[in-house]
């Protein structure tokens, strides 16, 4: 996983999962804690401060603290690049 930043200033989590590339929010839904820090389980994304589990999939919070859900942004992989789907505006984040 690495951390990517949309417009410089938004950190998106980018996470390959065997080739299957998912994109999140890159700061913990707890507390302002960056995600690529942490570590990556079995279908889960472990937040390093507090160790709350995200799931893959959903964005779902799996542990606590942590009780909201991480927002997962759209990918698309296209001519070996990975693009990221995001709206107009600030950038969907769940704190
Ligand atoms: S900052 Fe991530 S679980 Fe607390």
Not at 54 to 66: I, N, Q, R, S, V
Request: with cysteine; glycine share 8%; proline share 8%.
């Amino acid at each position: 996983m690495a951390m990517a930043w949309v417009d410089g200033t938004d950190p998106v989590l980018v996470v390959n999962l065997d080739g299957d590339v998912r994109a999140f929010q890159g700061i913990c839904s707890h507390e302002y804690f960056e995600l690529d820090k942490g570590f990556l389980t079995a279908g889960s994304l472990t937040c390093a401060l507090h160790l709350s589990r995200f799931d893959l999939e959903t964005g779902d919070a799996l542990d606590p603290p942590a009780e909201v859900p991480i927002v997962r942004y759209p990918v698309v992989v296209a001519d070996g690049r990975v693009l990221i789907d995001v709206p107009e505006g600030p950038l969907p984040v769940n704190e």
